[in-house]
């Protein structure tokens, strides 16, 4: 059950960057669903990955460079959702961003509802 709550939030707080951030596109509920778990399981399979890659460019940038490895996750996942489009790598970067803070807040929120 916290798995498919998990999935939900992800959902809706990517229709709500579609809001958000020009240049994002979703057609669909359907298709948020679907990139929302795509992006899920990019996220724990590739981007630990391309952290280890980056490792020396990450020190040197003091973490900064991870913004980057974000935004290229969400424009990833956009190149094979259909009904998910992103226009330009800037609207993935400031995606990236939005969709991080709205999920740091819903993740601190429903965590601590549930304990």
Known sequence: MYILLRWLINTLT???????????????????????????????????????LTLPINLVTLG??????????L???ASFVKGFEITNFSAAFWGAIFYWLI???????????VK
């Not at 960057?17 to 399979?45: C, E, H, K, R």
């Not at 460079?65 to 290229?72: D, E, S, V, W």
């Open 14 to 52: 990517l229709i709500l960057v579609t809001y958000l951030v020009p240049g994002i596109n979703i057609t669909s509920f359907y298709s948020a669903l679907i990139a929302a778990l795509f992006l899920g399981i990019v996220n724990a399979i590739i981007r630990p990955i391309l952290i280890v």
């Open 64 to 73: 900064f460079f991870t913004l980057f490895i974000n935004a290229f996750m």
């Open 75 to 77: 424009w990833f996942v």
């Open 103 to 113: 999920m740091w807040l819903t993740n601190y929120l429903v965590d601590k509802s």
